[in-house]
């Protein structure tokens, strides 16, 4: 039997991989990232050019005695396995060429108010988002419920799934920067009087193709479906109902949290007088999710109270939605600046008894990433001005890393194995 491979090995041979770019990654690379002209003829000569262009955009925020160092050390980066999103990528250092494209890949929407010039205003704001190459964000229950009264028009409101139809359309018909189609989030709470609505959207052909739909599911409501319990469908009691004689006293209205106070009645511990519009068996919703989930694979699930719980920014921010992927739950402007490691750079020697993943490299890697990934606050170009406030103010950035079942292989490990569980679930760089 073979013996086992190192895991890090002082002074041992450093035989890196040379793995040639395949034909369909260099396909990619070509038509998604690679700079260039309005003829499109490239202005990135090959993949080292972008790595220079990207590298010299990102550098070019340091001080001036310090920008050709850091270009060389970003350049080094990319070459090691450090990936920028794409849209980082695809326009640093284009605005030769695209002026008006932004380097961060995902955005959240400022709160959608429960008016038609707040609901319009914030799809003017998605288009400008979308145009600049973006994917965007919103939660559209702070919208008042089909059949609901419009004292202003003295008429009754189709529902929040109609105002996303609208949404839908503005997305499927701007063209997004850099040949992308254009990506977006709803999320929905699952108290919302038309979560039923939501969740069958997708059973109608061609409704909402536009979106990713994801339900913002509580603790209090898992609980309800676990007991086996009931579950209120509510939704906030404006102003101007209260106005009319509505009694806050009544057996019909609670009092909850809220995205939004804005012309509805709150306590003093921030809570909003909501009316109860019918009460129904949490299971019964359970298994309208259950199933659309299983025949359409939407809606999603986001654990909302579990989010904000673990949010570093739980003093300052309240989330409620996420980019169109869902991997990074983001507040009202909120931005998604991603990043991912390649693991297979730093596999030594692989497929060898001698193999062993160099640590010291990568770290340096994650490093110098940290920088870069900084770097692009400066340099957004992010259409709103909440956006780039946002930004700027929190400079939030992920980190990710990709490539973990090759480098395994690559290690001559097996997925779950001792040895794997050991380094994979103790090792911190």
């Known amino acids: 039997m073979s013996s086992a491979p190192k895991l890090k090995t002082v002074n041992a041979v450093k035989k890196k991989p040379q793995i040639q770019m395949q034909h369909a990654s260099l396909d990619i690379w070509d038509k998604k990232y690679r700079l260039k002209d309005k003829d499109q003829r490239p202005v990135d000569a090959d993949i080292d050019a972008t790595y220079q262009r990207v590298a010299k955009a990102l550098s070019d925020v340091e001080d001036e005695d310090k920008r050709e160092e850091w270009s060389e050390r970003f350049v080094w980066a990319l070459k090691q396995g450090a990936i920028p999103a794409g849209r980082i990528i695809s326009n640093a250092g284009a605005q030769a060429y695209k002026p008006a494209t932004s380097t961060i890949n995902c955005t959240v929407s400022g709160i959608v108010p429960d008016s038609m010039q707040g609901i319009l205003e914030r799809n003017l ?3 400008l988002t979308l145009k600049a190459g973006c994917g965007i964000g919103y939660e559209f229950s702070t919208l008042r419920p089909k059949g609901a009264y419009v004292s202003g028009a003295g008429a009754y409101t189709s529902g929040p ?4 139809d609208i949404y839908d359309k503005m997305c499927f018909t701007v063209s997004s920067a850099g040949g992308r189609r254009g990506a977006q989030m709803a999320t929905f709470d ?3 009087p038309d979560v039923f609505d939501f969740v069958r959207a997708k059973r109608e052909d061609g409704r909402l193709r536009q979106f990713n739909l994801s339900l913002l599911i509580t603790e209090e409501f898992i609980e309800a479906v676990r007991n086996d319990g009931t579950w209120d469908l509510t939704f906030p009691i404006s102003a101007k109902e209260i106005e009319g004689g509505l009694d806050l006293k009544g057996d019909n209205v609670v009092w909850k949290p809220f995205p939004t106070k804005e012309n509805y009645i709150s306590n003093d511990e921030g809570l909003v007088a909501c009316r109860i519009y ?10 309208a999710i259950m199933s659309s989930t299983y025949d359409y694979a939407e809606p999603g699930f986001i654990l909302i109270d579990q989010v904000n719980k673990n949010n570093n920014n739980w003093f300052c921010e309240d989330i409620r939605a996420t980019n169109p992927c869902g991997e990074q739950p983001l507040p009202p402007y909120g931005s998604c600046l991603l990043g991912s490691v390649n693991l ?3 596999v030594r020697n692989p ?3 001698d193999a062993f993943f160099d640590w010291e490299e990568y770290a340096e890697v994650v490093a110098v990433f940290t920088r870069m990934l900084d770097n692009v606050v400066a340099i957004n170009g992010l259409p709103l001005e909440g956006q780039r406030k946002e930004i700027e103010y929190k400079r939030r950035h992920g980190m990710g890393f990709l490539g973990l079942g090759s480098a395994i292989t690559m290690l001559c490990m097996k997925y779950g194995d001792e040895q794997f569980t050991r380094v994979h679930g103790s090792y911190r760089p």
Do not use: C, D, Y
């Not at 019918?278 to 298994?287: D, F, G, V």
């Open 351 to 353: 497929f060898t008894p």
């Open 278 to 287: 019918e009460t129904i068996r949490a299971q019964k919703l359970w298994n």
């Open 344 to 346: 297979t750079k730093f």
């Open 190 to 192: 699952v108290s919302h």
């Open 125 to 127: 704001e998605a288009g």
């Open 161 to 164: 799934l109609s105002f996303m």
